[in-house]
Structures are given as C-alpha cells and as structure tokens.
C-alpha cells in the first residue's frame, strides 16, 4: 500500500467525521431553537427568543 492510498483512506475517513458533525451539529441546532428565529433577519441584535421561548410563553 503506498502513502498516496494511505492518505487517500485518511482524507476519506476525516470528510465521514465531518459529514457526521455537521449532522449532529444540525440536530441540535434545530433543537434547541424555533425554526422562527433561525430563518430571521435580525443580525446583531439579542432576540426575546432565545433557545425557542418567547417571554410571553413563560418559559424558564
């Protein structure tokens, strides 16, 4: 086996682990917040929505 197929398995396996974070990563995300907030335009600016609740939902 020679290197070039060596770090052909390698950037292989690296790109899986990165697939499968991006996937957890977007899981958790799409968790924890309201898809709401997610798809706003409101850059830079803190949000009454924070992790899905809104204040009038009385959420702790």
Same mark, same amino acid.
Not at 18 to 31: K, R, T
Not at 39 to 54: D, I, K, Y
């Given at each position: 086996?020679?290197?070039?197929?060596?770090?052909?398995?390698? &950037? $292989?396996? %690296?790109?899986?682990? /990165? *697939? &499968? $974070?991006? %996937?957890?990563?977007? /899981? *958790?995300?799409?968790?924890?917040?309201?898809?709401?907030?997610?798809?706003?335009?409101?850059?830079?600016?803190?949000?009454?929505?924070?992790?899905?609740?809104?204040?009038?939902?009385?959420?702790?």
């Amino acid at each position: 086996m020679s290197l070039w197929n060596i770090l052909g398995y390698v &950037a $292989w396996g %690296l790109s899986a682990i /990165l *697939l &499968a $974070w991006m %996937l957890v990563d977007a /899981l *958790l995300v799409s968790s924890q917040y309201d898809e709401e907030y997610l798809m706003s335009s409101r850059e830079g600016r803190e949000s009454p929505a924070v992790h899905g609740v809104l204040p009038e939902e009385g959420g702790a």
